[in-house]
């Protein structure tokens, strides 16, 4: 099986499914994608194996992509009282304690059962809903101790709405937030409703004139003085600005820049050049998916919608327990696109992986859509659809949006053929499932649902290719990414944007902003200067900084389906040597030459040099290397901080020495690590000549654009700043050390600001 068919297994053992496949494929149609569900559907054995897995989906892992599958969570998802009940005892018992040192940490618990709390709530009848609004404006309570106040209020706005009874106490506690925001004008409307509505008794009245003496002061004070803008602005904490050209998105190419363009060959098919000459850092595409997913295990941390981060405040879906979103926009708009058709049963979409994305696709299309498309696709040619990227933006409709990404290629002609077959075969279970267990297909008939199960299937084939994985980025302390701590969250697939080209060496970085109530926008920036008329280039994974060539090959083959042609490619291929053979070399122990084949002969790694020609002794490399290993693991995780630890740090480097040249990644690592020592017992001048060869080493390796060498100058110029000097040893202006490593750091970064 091959590694894109990873991203699809069979529903039956492997040893089972290789049978059926043989036995069945010889009448297994190949005309056309609906024809092919037609025969799932038709063929008794195979239509039972369906209809059983649409029984009992959460049991079969049907299809599977590993980090989609392996994140599967199985929770009932039907709301549930009881645990409403239980989370709710919990969270008031916590509250109503008396304060203390813990109250901090109290009140975050107590923030913890309400979130579970009102995830189980019921919201079916009248009854539900108000009980549910006591728990939004319990949370309300919780969210105003932790100054939470913008939380608070959407709680407040929330209870009100599901009727909660005693709304005097919330009305009050908005009053009380707007006004600890000195938005005194706001407070004062608030007050004046709760008087002139009379939703509180003669006991509240002495609150309200204290909130109303309160916001008189607040008033008068706000029209005496000026807030002046140093009192508002830490420049210590202000971001550098950089004199970037503005983005504006072009009128005929939806969601790309106007310095780009969309063209058509025969030998590059479609493809992005430049329409004008493009800088370092300017903004080429800023796209949100046509449809995404989140992973199973992210449903607790991200919106389910959106993708933001939850961080503590959390909007249920009104009738499974499953899902989370950051806003009440969220909710009603995936329950209006997609989730009113899976709601209570996504646990049996999480085990059929990318074809989930697949799913999600034709359900923000719609079944007429679909049909639409799928008829004016027949007999459309490549260079054609080209026209459905050329729309007008003010005349772009869903119908347009939808036909652009049923146009992007599916490869299911270069695929194996046991690959279709799981492909067809997942797709089948899927439209089984939502024809037998869902509302999608009502009224529609056979061969409608064929069609429509058909464009499914183009979709879990355009997959394999075109998806694109969503992360999430950490930050540092001092609020920049890290690269190296992105996590993956889910999948999502963005036209335009797909119709760039691979290169293994890119023009461009790729990044997601993450926006509450659109979120998970993909933003598109130079690394380099592009010249006008040249191709925009993206990378689909292999980078010749960081992969050999033939690895490189194998995967843009087997997943992508072409044979890549790139400079750096046809250069490596030339010279039979990959790019980083250099950076995996070892020492000659003898004349120190580098040795870049470890299978340079039959007898083991041998010196290339003529004058030499000695075996290296691979066992003794293996001790040494054992051994070296063993001393910074220790001196890393034990004793960090300690001089011991340190003095393990450097006799693993000299160790290192020894095996490896100057050039190899582990010295670069190594010497990365005792600079991290030295800073960490406080003698950062000792630290610099071993972070400034780590740096030249990054330089050397990922090149002098990459984030990589941005994020290791950044530590450099903090470590000369912290020194106090204006300079370091080369004479290199630390401003300008510090100038550069910034704008690297932006071409990376997914903020657009």
């Not at 009727?163 to 009050?172: D, N, T």
């Not at 008087?195 to 003496?213: A, L, P, R, Y």
């Not at 695929?415 to 869902?438: Q, S």
């Not at 300690?642 to 393990?648: A, I, L, Q, S, V």
């Amino acid at each position: 099986m091959s590694d894109s068919a990873r991203h699809v297994r069979s529903c039956t053992e492997e040893g089972v499914f290789v049978f059926e496949y043989n036995k069945n494929f010889s009448k297994y149609p190949t005309s056309s994608n609906s024809d092919r569900i037609r025969f799932f559907f038709n063929h008794p054995q195979l239509r039972k194996e369906l209809e059983n897995w649409t029984k009992d989906g959460n049991k079969v892992n049907h299809v599977a992509d590993t980090e989609l599958t392996s994140s599967v969570v199985n929770n009932d998802p039907h709301k549930n009282q009881a645990v409403t009940k239980n989370h709710r005892t919990l969270g008031v018992s916590l509250f109503v304690k008396a304060d203390d040192e813990r109250k901090p940490i109290r009140l975050m618990e107590c923030l913890q059962h309400f979130n579970y709390a009102i995830l189980h709530s019921s919201f079916a009848t009248e009854v539900d809903r108000i009980e549910t609004s006591k728990l939004f404006a319990n949370r309300s309570a919780v969210f105003f101790d932790l100054t939470k106040f913008d939380e608070a209020l959407k709680d407040i706005e929330i209870a009100l709405q599901l009727g909660y009874p005693f709304k005097h106490k919330v009305w009050i506690r908005k009053a009380r937030i707007l006004l600890l925001q000195k938005k005194y004008k706001e407070a004062f409307d608030t007050v004046k409703f709760i008087q002139d509505s009379q939703i509180v008794g003669t006991k509240e009245m002495d609150k309200i004139e204290e909130i109303i003496n309160s916001v008189t002061k607040g008033l008068t004070q706000q029209n005496l003085e000026k807030i002046p803008e140093s009192a508002i602005t830490n420049p210590v904490l202000t971001k550098r600005k950089y004199n970037k050209r503005s983005y504006e998105e072009n009128p005929s190419f939806q969601y790309a820049s106007k310095r780009l363009n969309i063209a058509y060959n025969d030998q590059l098919s479609r493809h992005v050049i430049a329409s004008e000459n493009i800088q370092p850092g300017d903004i080429l595409f800023e796209e949100v998916p046509f449809a995404s997913i989140l992973l199973p295990n992210k449903y607790d941390h991200f919106c389910y919608h959106c993708h933001a981060s939850l961080d503590d405040y959390i909007i249920p879906c009104k009738v499974c327990s499953e899902v989370r979103y950051c806003s009440e926009e969220c909710g009603n708009i995936s329950w209006e696109e997609y989730h009113s058709v899976e709601c209570l049963h996504t646990s049996l979409l999480q085990n059929v992986g990318l074809a989930q994305l697949a799913v999600r696709i034709v359900m923000v299309a719609g079944v007429d859509e679909i049909l639409n498309t799928v008829k004016k696709h027949q007999n459309l040619n490549l260079e054609d659809s080209v026209a459905y990227f050329r729309v007008d933006k003010s005349k772009v409709e869903r119908s347009i949006n939808y036909q652009r990404i049923y146009s992007l290629l599916e490869h299911s002609d270069k695929m194996k053929p046991m690959d279709n077959f799981i492909y067809g075969k997942t797709a089948a279970g899927v439209t089984h499932w939502l024809r037998e267990k869902t509302t999608f297909f009502n009224g529609r008939s056979d061969e409608e649902i064929y069609l429509v199960g058909g464009a499914i299937l183009h979709h879990i084939c355009q997959l394999i290719s075109n998806a694109q994985r969503l992360y999430s980025f950490c930050r540092d302390e001092y609020g920049e990414f890290i690269e190296e701590e992105r996590s993956i969250i889910g999948s999502g697939i963005y036209a335009s944007t797909s119709l760039m080209n691979h290169s293994c060496d890119p023009n461009i970085s790729t990044n997601y902003k993450f926006l509450p109530g659109e979120g998970r926008r993909l933003v598109v920036k130079a690394i380099r200067e592009i010249p006008v008329y040249a191709e925009v280039l993206n990378s689909y994974g292999p980078h010749y900084r960081r992969h050999d060539v033939r690895s490189r090959q194998s995967a843009l083959s087997e997943q992508y389906f072409f044979e890549c042609g790139c400079d750096p490619c046809q250069i490596e291929l030339d010279k039979m040597k990959s790019f980083v053979e250099e950076f995996e070399s070892l020492n000659c122990p003898s004349c120190t030459f580098p040795i870049y084949d470890p299978k340079s002969s039959l007898n083991g790694p041998q010196c290339p040099n003529r004058n030499c020609g000695v075996l290296l002794d691979l066992e003794k490399n293996e001790r040494l290397l054992t051994e070296a290993q063993e001393l910074r693991d220790k001196g890393w995780n034990e004793l960090y901080g300690t001089m011991e630890g340190h003095n393990m740090l450097h006799r693993s480097y000299e160790i290192y020495q020894k095996i490896f040249t100057p050039r190899n990644w582990r010295i670069a690592s190594a010497e990365d690590s005792l600079a991290r020592s030295f800073i960490s017992l406080r003698q950062k001048d000792k630290a610099l000549p071993y972070l400034k060869r780590s740096i030249e080493n990054v330089a050397a390796r990922f090149g002098r654009t990459s984030n990589e060498y941005g994020v290791e100058l950044c530590k450099y110029v903090q470590i000369l700043q912290s020194l106090g000097k204006s300079e370091d040893d080369e004479g290199q202006k630390v401003e300008v050390l510090m100038d550069t490593s910034f704008s690297i750091l932006e071409n990376y970064s997914p903020s657009t600001d």
